[in-house]
């Protein structure tokens, strides 16, 4: 696991991956709309996974 990624900046990273998200399916219609929400959600899930994975190895108590 790569510990220079902070949890803030996944969390903001994500955030913001979310945002663009949005917009996505807001503003733009037809294939360019599919390609960039299949990409960032894509980069969402990894996100949220790098997440999950940091607070996994994380000791308890």
């Known amino acids: 696991m790569n510990d220079n990624i902070s949890t803030v900046w996944l969390s903001i990273t994500a955030g913001c991956l979310a945002v663009a998200f949005a917009l996505v399916v807001n503003g733009v219609t ?16 990894v996100c949220f996974a790098l997440l999950v994975a940091k607070a996994a190895v994380r000791p308890r108590g």
């Open 30 to 45: 037809g294939v360019i709309q599919v390609v960039l929400m299949a990409v960032l959600g894509i980069a969402e899930l």
